[in-house]
């Protein structure tokens, strides 16, 4: 029965973690406007402990659990987290969107490259295969033009970042609760950018329209997707996961032309249908 279990959520955790993705998709075609209307580091303040703040709320008994091994270990990888969206943030302010989300996908490659060098975890060529299609596929998704600057490099800062957050959850994800490793995660988030957003203060969302998206980022595209997601990384490989989660791109694609109005090109069609194979493959070939 044990066993039978164990096939069943490792089953489950791909799909669990494409929901993820499809939450983190929408979330950064709802996010445009609200940011031009509220600083990103006080809007990411207010997201990340708001969330969790509603993660405390829903099970306060979580605070027991909140002994040295998780608030030292969710706390690194909070941390890691927390610095990828400011570095991330940092970077967006000084160069291009496009440009943005083409370096901050280089976490599918810097994961498996981390996890080799830290871990000594073998990457066989099959996954550097997918690696490489889910690369050009993200390339064709947001590239358009490049050059190297203080931009690109503090975005790369981010990937690096978000490639050790994933490599840490699922390193200390196993054996170890859940729920406080989210809610310490989602603290350390939000304390770091409350540290970012002390040179310029603090201000709440200007409106409700704002709140509504901070609401949403905060309970759905963050306390529970991170749940999700510390969650099937006990269960799955590192670079399985940052492969999977590259169909963040691919949706916020596919939300952005159906509601915000842009135009599918062709190159952003062959890029969405690159990263889709990529993660098939890997899913299919793993869960094998």
Not at 67 to 84: C, E, H, I
Not at 98 to 106: D, H, P, Y
Not at 244 to 268: K, N
Request: charge should be positive.
């Amino acid at each position: 029965m044990s066993q039978a279990k164990h096939l069943f959520k490792m089953k489950l955790a791909p799909w669990a973690l494409l929901a993820v993705a499809m939450a983190w998709g929408w979330a950064f075609v709802i996010m445009k406007d609200a940011i031009q209307r509220q600083s990103v580091n006080n809007f990411l303040f207010t997201r990340f402990l708001l969330g969790t703040v509603v993660l405390v709320l829903i099970r306060p008994q979580v605070l027991r659990l909140l002994n040295k091994d998780v608030l030292l270990r969710a706390g690194a990888a909070g941390t890691f987290l927390g610095l990828g969206f400011i570095f991330q943030t940092l970077g967006l302010a000084r160069t291009g969107a496009a440009i943005t989300g083409f370096v901050t996908g280089l976490y599918v490659v810097l994961t498996p490259l981390i996890a080799w060098l830290v871990l000594k975890q073998k990457v066989n060529s099959f996954t550097w295969s997918c690696i490489a299609v889910a690369t050009v596929g993200l390339g064709l998704l947001s590239i358009h033009g490049f050059s190297v600057g203080i931009g690109e490099l503090l975005v790369f800062i981010s990937a690096i970042c978000f490639a050790c957050h994933i490599i840490a959850l699922s390193k200390w994800s196993s054996g170890r609760d859940v729920y406080a490793m989210t809610v310490v995660q989602l603290f350390m988030c939000g304390l770091l950018s409350g540290i970012a957003s002390i040179p310029g203060g603090y201000s709440p969302p200007p409106d409700a329209s704002v709140w509504g998206v901070v609401i949403f980022t905060a309970v759905f595209a963050t306390a529970i997707a991170f749940i999700i997601q510390t969650w099937a990384q006990a269960h799955m490989s590192p670079t399985k996961v940052a492969v999977i989660l590259t169909m963040e791109v691919v949706f916020a694609a596919i939300f952005a032309i159906i509601f915000g109005g842009e135009r599918l090109t062709l190159q952003s069609a062959l890029g969405g249908i690159l990263v889709v194979t990529a993660m098939y493959l890997i899913v299919i070939k793993e869960s094998k």
